[in-house]
Nanobody
Framework: QVQLVESGGGLVQPGGSLRLSCAASGSPFSINYMGWYRQAPGKQRELVALIVSSDSSTNYADSVKGRFTISRDNAKNTVYLQMNSLKPEDTAIYYC??????????WGQGTQVTVSS
């Protein structure tokens, strides 16, 4: 079992920055990769960024490349999403996810990010 707790969402003006955090507990050593998805009202949940536990390789959605950075702190079992140059279209609920080596997927409760002037 893996538990995920997100934090760091909020309201920011266009062009601003936010950093999301996702702390994993339970059996974090079993995690193959972690990442972030988001879901805007009326839209499907979409991938934002992933980071692989073994080699820290990353993958980003085209819409956030160059603006968002995913990173991890192994000592704290925490993954971060640094979001810069935020746009109104980045407004969504952001969900942390973890996939274990046994191919089980876990989700956090979600954190709201609103980009508005």
């Amino acid at each position: 079992q893996v538990q995920l707790v997100e934090s760091g969402g909020g309201l920011v003006q266009p062009g601003g920055s936010l950093r999301l955090s996702c702390a994993a507990s339970g059996s974090p050593f079993s995690i193959n990769y972690m990442g972030w998805y988001r879901q805007a009202p009326g839209k499907q949940r979409e991938l934002v960024a992933l980071i692989v536990s073994s080699d820290s390789s990353t993958n980003y959605a085209d819409s956030v490349k160059g603006r968002f950075t995913i990173s991890r702190d192994n000592a704290k079992n925490t993954v971060y999403l640094q979001m810069n140059s935020l746009k109104p279209e980045d407004t969504a609920i952001y969900y942390c996810t973890a996939r274990t080596i046994m191919s089980r997927t876990y989700w956090g409760q979600g954190t709201q990010v609103t980009v508005s002037s």
